[in-house]
Structures are given as structure tokens and as C-alpha cells.
């Protein structure tokens, strides 16, 4: 166990990757998306196309603590206008978040 976790730390520093959590929104689903640049000459090239995403945390007054979430921005315009408890509780019945203990 300890000569696995050793080994992926010593790959870690020699290829000077970070392990980073995907772009994706906990409530809404939002995920990056494939396009293409177009040109003046119309050649198309492809790109991404990134969720804007924000990490907030979030005050659940029902359970008594703070939650942390990576959320679009459009899901954090939703939280404002129907209130954290009724987003959250939409997003378990679409299946979309699930929550970490």
C-alpha cells in the first residue's frame, strides 16, 4: 500500500501533473462542450467550450452546516431566486447531485 502510494507521489513530481476535479456543475450538470473556431475564410479549427463555474459554500440552515460546491453561475442565479434547500432537493430528484459524506 504504502510502496503504491509512494510511487504515484514520485510520478506526480516527475511529470508535474495535478489531478484536478472535472469541470462540472454539481447542481445543474453543466460539462464542457466541443465546438469549432470558425475563420473569416470559414476553416474551422476545434475548441472547447468551458461552464463558468464558481466555488461557493453554502450555509443548509434545516441540517446546521456549510456545504462547499462547484457551481455554474446560472445554478448560482437559481439558488438565489428559489433558496439552496429547494435547488439541492431538485437536483437529487433529477439525479444530478449526490452527496459526499
Do not use: D
Request: proline share 3%; glycine share 4%.
Amino acid at each position: 500500500m504504502f510502496i503504491s502510494i509512494s510511487f504515484t507521489i514520485f510520478a506526480l513530481r516527475l511529470f508535474k501533473t495535478k489531478i484536478e476535479m472535472a469541470r462540472v456543475c454539481q447542481l445543474t450538470g453543466k460539462k464542457t462542450r466541443r465546438g469549432n473556431n470558425v475563420s473569416h475564410a470559414n476553416n474551422k479549427s476545434p475548441r472547447k467550450f468551458y461552464p463558468n463555474l464558481v466555488k461557493k459554500r453554502f450555509f443548509i440552515p434545516e441540517e446546521n452546516r456549510w456545504i462547499s460546491l462547484k457551481i455554474s453561475t446560472s445554478a448560482l442565479r437559481t439558488i438565489t431566486k428559489v433558496g439552496i434547500s429547494a435547488a439541492l432537493k431538485e437536483a437529487k430528484n433529477k439525479g444530478i447531485f449526490i452527496e459526499k459524506n
